[in-house]
């Protein structure tokens, strides 16, 4: 009912910048949080950043001030800008909402999109 949808990935140089993106679409009657995980080839999945619909954010150790979180609430989207990367971020990044839906009954829902490729390589 809910969908998400991650643009933004790809190959960049060590150094380099990222910015993902992520749409939330369906019968959506709020979103109380979005945010971003990534998984790396034989580890599990880890958050990256989240952010309320009131602008508290939430950042890993391993990125924070290389990574900023922001969102566009009218429109159900999340951004992630990515500055500094290094090969350790290589992962498949994955876009999260927590919210609810407009029908039936505002019931909750916890989203996940497809995963967008992040490779950061020389």
């Known amino acids: 009912q809910v969908q998400l949808v991650e643009s933004g990935g790809g190959l960049v140089q060590p150094g380099g910048s990222l910015r993902l993106s992520c749409a939330a679409s369906?019968?959506?009657?709020?979103?109380?949080?979005m945010g971003w995980y990534r998984q790396a080839p034989g580890k599990q999945r880890e958050l990256v950043a989240t952010?309320?619909?009131?602008?508290?954010?939430n950042y890993a150790d391993s990125e924070k001030g290389r990574f900023t979180i922001s969102r566009d609430n009218a429109k159900n989207t999340v951004y992630l800008q990515m500055n500094s990367l290094k090969p350790e971020d290589t992962a498949v990044y994955y876009c999260n909402a927590d919210g609810r839906i407009a029908s039936p009954f505002q019931r909750r829902f916890i989203s996940w999109g497809q995963g967008t490729q992040v490779t950061v390589s020389s």
């Open positions: 952010i309320t619909s009131g602008g508290t954010t």
């Open positions: 369906g019968s959506i009657f709020s979103i109380a949080a």
